[in-house]
């Protein structure tokens, strides 16, 4: 069973208001009883549409005229008027045509891109709150080199090497659907990210917010995959530190450096009596 913070998060990101479940569930708010109350919408009177007469054919006033609007009518004298209003059109006019059509594809563009995949694990190391993108998509385990990793960062942090999993454990994971209509886009998922990280924050505050991996910063901070190194306040979120991905820092020995500088600088948030230190980060 999951924890009634986490359900909530779920149904937010489900865009569902107002839900009954069929039996009691453990860690469950109670149900409001205003809920259960239900009004029957009164029907409204269709409205009377009075018939209106049919317009009149105009008459020529002179026999003159006759012949010229039987040629207006024929389809030889319309193709001509359409070729000659293209022909003669404004450019501005054409400007704003081409500006629609193009409005109109990029909608059509949007509509058709998939929505963002990944996996991220919120834990607790101490008074810190971690955000960490999960580089196989699956629960880090004991001997993963990206765990390991994260453990000596956290002791150059002068943090408990073993952090704890928040909830009910498992990884945040988007999409939450794999078939249905349901809008899953970015904004979506940046709404539920945020959502499970103050639900956490709600029930347990935190000095700082750690963010290691694209994912983290882009749904949870709001930032591009690049801003690293940087403290960041987000609204609802408090402080967070933003931190290049596990798997990235394995990869780029130098990046450990510009970390240990960043980490130096925000540790006084989370150590009480912080005096001058020659911990680095492990090779």
Not at 45 to 50: H, K, N, Q, T, W
Not at 193 to 202: K, P, R, S, T
Not at 239 to 249: D, F, I, K, N, Y
């Amino acid at each position: 069973m999951i924890t009634e913070s986490r359900r909530r998060a779920f149904l937010d990101a489900m865009q569902i208001t107002t839900w009954l479940p069929r039996a009691e569930l453990p860690f469950a708010a109670p149900s409001r009883p205003e809920l259960l109350q239900f009004f029957e919408a009164e029907e409204e009177a269709a409205p009377v549409v009075e018939p209106q007469p049919a317009p009149q054919p105009a008459r020529a006033t002179s026999e003159g005229l006759a012949p010229a609007a039987a040629a207006s009518t024929s389809p030889a004298a319309d193709a001509a008027r359409a070729v000659m209003s293209r022909v003669s059109m404004p450019e501005s006019k054409k400007s704003a045509i081409k500006a629609d059509e193009g409005q109109t594809r990029a909608v059509e563009q949007s509509v058709a891109v998939p929505p963002p995949r990944f996996a991220l694990q919120l834990l607790r190391a101490g008074n810190v709150l971690l955000l960490v993108e999960l580089p196989t998509g699956e629960s880090f385990q004991s001997r993963d080199p990206a765990y390991i990793l994260l453990k000596d960062l956290l002791r150059a942090a002068r943090l408990p090497d073993s952090p704890q999993q928040v909830g009910d454990g498992e990884p945040i994971r988007w999409p939450l659907l794999h078939r249905g209509s349901l809008d899953q886009g970015a904004e979506a998922a940046r709404d539920y990210v945020q959502g499970v990280v103050a639900a956490e924050l709600e029930d347990m505050g935190c000095a700082c917010l750690w963010l290691v991996g694209s994912p983290a910063l882009r749904f949870a901070g709001e930032v591009e995959p690049d801003a690293c190194y940087r403290e960041l306040t987000i609204e609802g979120l408090g402080v967070a530190l933003t931190m290049p991905g596990l798997e990235q820092l394995m990869e780029q020995p130098g990046s450990k450096a510009q970390l240990w500088k960043a980490m130096r600088r925000s540790m006084p948030r989370w150590v009480i009596g912080l005096s001058g230190s020659t911990s680095s980060v492990h090779e």
